[in-house]
């Protein structure tokens, strides 16, 4: 038996709609098509592109710690250079 949904997911959209070099929205993390097609996506569809945004989030938030982390260590040894 299929469970009934009673509440309709909202969109993750944050409102800065700017895309990134990938093509993701910087705010929410969804793709342009996923973006445009989600007022016609199923319930089950909605949760699946919320959890790859949740995934995107989590790369790009693992890459920019990298990232700070490289700048970090490149400032340690530039302070350390006469």
Known sequence: MEQIEIFEIPSPCKGICQVNNRGYCKGCYRSREERFAWNN??????????????????RYIANKN???????????????DF
């Open 66 to 80: 990298k990232q700070d982390e490289q700048k970090s260590q490149q400032d340690d040894q530039q302070s350390l």
């Open 41 to 58: 996506l199923s319930n089950a569809q909605k949760r699946k592109v919320i959890a790859l945004c949740q995934q995107r989030y989590k």
